[in-house]
T-cell receptor, first 115, second 117 residues
Framework: DAGVTQSPTHLIKTRGQQVTLRCSPK?????VSWYQQALGQGPQFIFQ???????QRGNFPDRFSGHQFPNYSSELNVNALLLGDSALYLC??????????????FGPGTRLTVL | AQKITQTQPGMFVQEKEAVTLDCTYD???????LFWYKQPSSGEMIFLIY??????QNATEGRYSLNFQKARKSANLVISASQLGDSAMYFC??????????????FGKGTRLSVIA
């Protein structure tokens, strides 16, 4: 049973460019959440997708957008990259009706460097 | 206001000793869950232990236990018999609500644990 997978592992972009990160959730999970983890910080919630719609959003600008496909996989897009967007981007999958100890399973992350 | 506070940026522990990592939280929701994750240098967040706000007993998972003091709003992680492989970042996180499969996690800033041989 494959866990959460993310691609690519590492990415280097320059300011002003656009980037797309990809995530495949754990088998059986229907909800995908994206987190940004800056160096030395804890992960911060970007947004969450369920049934191909953005359901919740954290305090991130519109430059951050996403998509969920019918197979539950998801993409995170960031436009007009800034130096401050350099971070580890984590994808987590879960069940929308999960309760209590039902956890979010995290992928290995994509490390984005903006030069 | 910060919902999860981890006051120890870094901790050192001797191999085979026990160590406590501190976590305090803030919420007005009576239903919530507290999680601890381990993040090695590879970056993946590894789930360690969970404590629900209505759980009467402290959670335990192998060498991990959670010292849950509800009145003090603290949820400290205790690692017994530390091993070199325990060296990593440790994050405390909270999820508010019970039917909360779609509620995002709020994380603290983490504590870097270093186990010394």
């Amino acid at each position: 049973d494959a866990g959460v997978t993310q691609s690519p592992t590492h990415l280097i972009k320059t300011r002003g460019q656009q980037v797309t990160l990809r995530c495949s959730p754990k088998s059986g999970h229907d909800t995908v959440s994206w987190y940004q983890q800056a160096l030395g910080q804890g992960p911060q919630f970007i947004f969450q997708y369920y049934e191909e719609e953005e359901r919740q959003r954290g305090n991130f600008p519109d430059r951050f957008s996403g998509h969920q496909f019918p197979n539950y996989s998801s993409e995170l897009n960031v436009n007009a990259l800034l130096l401050g967007d350099s971070a580890l981007y984590l994808c987590a999958s879960s069940l929308v009706y999960g309760q209590g100890a039902d956890e979010q399973f995290f992928g290995p992350g994509t490390r984005l460097t903006v030069l | 206001a910060q919902k999860i506070t981890q006051t120890q940026p870094g901790m050192f522990v001797q191999e085979k000793e026990a160590v406590t990592l501190d976590c305090t939280y803030d919420t007005s929701d009576p239903s919530y869950g507290l999680f601890w994750y381990k993040q090695p240098s590879s970056g993946e967040m590894i789930f360690l232990i969970y404590q629900g706000s209505y759980d009467q007993q402290n959670a335990t998972e192998g060498r991990y236990s959670l010292n849950f003091q509800k009145a003090r709003k603290s949820a400290n992680l205790v690692i017994s018999a530390s091993q070199l492989g325990d060296s990593a970042m440790y994050f405390c996180a909270m999820r508010e609500g019970w039917n909360s499969g779609n509620t995002p996690l709020v994380f603290g800033k983490g504590t870097r644990l270093s186990v010394i041989a």
